[in-house]
């Protein structure tokens, strides 16, 4: 007999952005490029295009060091974290997700 492999859903945007806020909040809201990246488990095209997107919506910003590179979340980026997880929260209540 075949065995069928089930397929999780794609992520949406929103998701893709909790997901991405999280792994830096998380950190302390400072958190190396390649955690993040790791973290986010997306091909790095995908992650380079979300990442610009957070960016031009202020709620991200890039640090560059001598030890690396920094992903790091604004006060915006921040609020706009702690809305997404209280909207999963309530979803959850109702047997959904972001």
């Known amino acids: 007999m075949e065995q069928v492999l089930s397929r999780s859903p794609p992520r949406s945007r929103l998701k893709i952005y909790y ?19 790791s973290s986010a488990n997306l091909p790095y095209d995908r992650f380079i295009m979300y ?4 960016e031009e919506k202020g709620f991200i910003i890039e640090e560059r060091g001598n030890d690396g590179n920094y992903l790091v979340l604004t006060e915006k980026g921040m609020n706009f ?18």
């Open 51 to 54: 990442l610009s997107e957070l």
């Open 19 to 37: 997901d991405v806020l999280k792994s830096i909040a998380d950190e302390n809201g400072r958190a190396r490029f390649s955690h993040v990246l």
């Open 81 to 98: 974290y702690r809305e997404l997880r209280r909207m999963d929260y309530f979803l959850r209540g109702f047997g959904l997700s972001l």
